[in-house]
């Protein structure tokens, strides 16, 4: 859970989450275009590759090679289970 926290932690992270959740299965090429027209993000294609392999070691995202391209996809579960964790202790504190 921690890997979690930490990739949250990022701006630049969760500015290509937001990306993905507007637009999923973007390549690394898009995803830098998207990130500079959009939040002004003026990162080399390098820094943006490293915030997507901590993203994917958090399992916040997932890949697919197709041909020469890899495609990112957001994973949301990982997510959803520190919202239930929380979820959980408050439904416990109220029955």
């Known amino acids: 859970m921690g890997d979690i926290f930490k990739a949250l932690a990022d701006p630049t992270r969760r500015k290509i989450l937001d990306e993905l959740t507007d637009r999923n299965g973007q390549t690394l090429f898009e995803i830098c275009s998207r990130l500079a027209m959009k939040h002004q993000l003026a990162s080399s294609r390098q820094a943006i590759s ?35 964790r929380w979820r959980r202790r408050t439904d416990e504190e109220t029955s």
């Open 50 to 84: 490293q915030h997507l392999d901590l993203l994917e070691g958090a399992g916040l995202i997932e890949t697919r090679r197709e041909g020469r391209f890899k495609f990112h996809y957001i994973n949301a579960e990982p997510l959803e289970r520190i919202a239930d």
